[in-house]
């Protein structure tokens, strides 16, 4: 496994109703890359977003999903999610200001 960088870590935001919900209680969701652990995924958010503190990182694994095409089946690809708490303190994300 080459070494990650932290702009490599997070992939994009999840934009979904329910992440657009708990935003209000500083909990944001991205896709993240599925070798990427809870350290590398804090360290990425806190050097890409200035200002922001991560109090905790909670990763989920979602399995690919059996597809199929008339006789052909095959399977989705696997993704990994992190949903990051910041701090009280901390600063909002800009990203997701205007949604």
């Known amino acids: 496994m080459a070494a990650l960088n932290y702009y490599d870590v997070i992939l994009k935001p999840v934009i979904t109703e329910k992440s657009m919900s708990v935003m ?3 909990k944001y969701t991205f896709y993240v890359h599925p070798d990427a652990d809870k350290i590398m995924i804090r360290d990425a958010v806190e050097k890409m977003f200035e200002g922001t503190k991560v109090a ?3 990763t989920m694994n979602c399995r690919a999903k059996k597809k199929r095409r008339g006789y052909v089946i095959g399977y989705t ?6 949903i990051v708490t910041l701090t009280e303190d901390s600063k909002d994300i800009e990203l997701f200001a205007g949604l």
Do not use: D, L, P, R
Request: proline share 0%.
């Open 77 to 82: 690809a696997k993704t990994k999610k992190a």
């Open 56 to 58: 905790k990182v909670n």
């Open 24 to 26: 209000g209680e500083k």
